[in-house]
């Protein structure tokens, strides 16, 4: 029952990351496949990912030094998300 968690991110300017968790906001049990079965505690924090943010420059760069060429930018409506496109060269 996904209602029975709760998304939560910080994001910390210094070092661009943002870190996600979900929370579980009830004592609960969650079967997956295979029967498997996993206990949450009320509050228990699963952390997720962590998703690092760089400018198109900083982004371009990267690609830069590692071999590869940005191809595209796909921005979402307020330019402040995107996914690039990179190629080998």
Avoid: R
């Avoid at 906001?25 to 496949?33: D, E, F, N, W």
């Avoid at 402040?80 to 496109?85: A, G, L, N, S």
Wanted: proline share 3%; hydrophobic share 40%; with cysteine.
């Amino acid at each position: 029952n996904i209602a029975a968690f709760e998304h939560y991110a910080t994001y910390d300017p210094g070092s661009c990351a943002c870190k996600s968790y979900l929370v579980s906001l009830a004592g609960q049990q969650v079967t997956i496949p295979d029967d498997v079965t996993i206990q949450f505690a009320k509050n228990e924090v699963i952390f997720m990912e962590i998703s690092q943010k760089y400018t198109v420059k900083e982004s371009d760069e990267i690609a830069a030094q590692s071999g590869f060429e940005p191809v595209a930018h796909f921005f979402d409506s307020n330019k402040w998300f995107t996914d690039v496109i990179w190629k080998c060269v």
